[in-house]
């Protein structure tokens, strides 16, 4: 039974803000993580597409780089002067 | 209007003598109107001085919703500078080709002027319009005008990045396919993967029209569609006849300047063995008006060229040696999926798709993705002497 997309978010959502600090998480590795948990006739890339847009639209989330494109929570720019 | 302060930069001067353009004299124009020049001028000068580079890159900056077109910059010495305390880049889409109207210029123009420093850069090397330089709080304002006049940022971090293409038919007689529409149906079908990066780094796709390669695709996109025929050069002897007459050594500027050898001159008749030709485009941009691109076009596929960065650079190597034009937007969007599934499924962080297919393989990856080896993706032949056949085990 395909998983709601706002089921994905949140687990998503969790998923970062455990790795908060400790790893930079890649969209990639989301996705691939949801699709470890639900399985992939549950749910697809495509769900996972729109589970990150949802984070992303709501502002939960953001991207940020660092060398490359991670999802991160959103949080005053490091290196922004104060 | 803003009264500049004067700051001394004896370094930076330097770099406004002698006949070329110089982007210190542009900086120094657009200070009437921008006081976050002068302060601009100023970190130069001081990094000119120290030979240390004075921006920190990166970080969280963007748009809701966004993860690329905006490349955080802020200065480490805001109290010397501070109006460039915040310096961040715009990336914005470019039109196809880079047609613009003077209307369209001028509200880009405009826009940048109430939003930033009003310095921009005409265009990246991905090919976007560069607005250079903004605080973070102008950000979402200057996207909703963007948006409002029928712009779009453009790709940046690990995202596809802004596709472009040549002048293509537009302009140019040699054009084989229509760049501009490849283009723009590409930016259009992929605009997920273009702001919400979803890849182990970046992904550049060009379209050039012909094998001039005016966008040097070959040398730059992940992605190269380059166009080309089939069949055989479109020769006007008569033509040939008179750019000799007219004084080109056929002989010496032409005939011997092929790579391939492929074409014989006796004084009065040009003859091309097309099956020879490897469409280098020289004898044709010698005399545009006696040789001409052939009447089957269509375009050849290649993949992996990338500039140096975090490895060396590579050039494109052929997937698809001919596609025709009806078929080509077909085409490569399936090879697009396909290369994307595996460069998702096997790429490494910040692991471009040329130095992906370098780790694994040609071989592997033309397996991955479904794709015969061909010929035509032999770029030279094989110099290594040491290649032992296995006579007996074929036999056998």
Known sequence: MPVPIEEIAEEMYKMVVECEGKRNLKASDLTKAMIAKYGEEN?????CKKALRQLMDSGRTVYSYFGGSYVTLPKKEGAAPD | MAVAEKIDTPLLDELEKGPWP????????????????????????????????HWKHGGIVGVLGYGGGVIGRYSDVPEKFPRVAHFHTMRINQPAGWFYTSDALRTLCDIWERHGSGLTNMHGSTGDIIFLGTRTEELEPCFQELTANGFDLGGSGSSMRTPSACVGPARCEWACYDTLKLCYDLTMTYQDELHRPPFPYKFKIKCAGCPNDCVASIARADLSIIGTWK?????????????AAEGVNIQKDVVDRCPTRCMEWDGAKLTINNRECVRCMHCINVM???????????????????????????????????????ELEETVK????????????????RERIGELIQRVGMANFLDAIGLEPVPEMVSAPRDNPYIFFRTDEEQA
């Open chain 2, 288 to 326: 545009p008006k006696a040789l001409r691109p052939g009447k089957e076009r269509g375009a050849t596929i290649l993949i992996g060229a990338k500039a140096p960065i975090v490895q060396g650079a590579l050039l494109s190597s052929v997937l698809i040696p001919f596609v025709p034009e009806e």
């Open chain 2, 334 to 349: 399936e090879l697009i999926n396909r290369v994307w599934e595996f460069w998702d499924e096997h790429g490494m962080n």
């Open chain 2, 231 to 243: 069949d055989d050069i479109q020769q006007d002897d008569d033509a040939v006849a008179a750019y």
């Open chain 2, 22 to 53: 110089s982007f210190v004299t542009e900086i120094k124009k657009a200070r009437q109107t921008s006081p976050m020049c002068d302060d601009l001028l100023g970190q130069l000068e001081l990094s000119y001085r120290e030979k240390i580079g």
């Open chain 1, 43 to 47: 749910c697809s890339k495509e769900d």
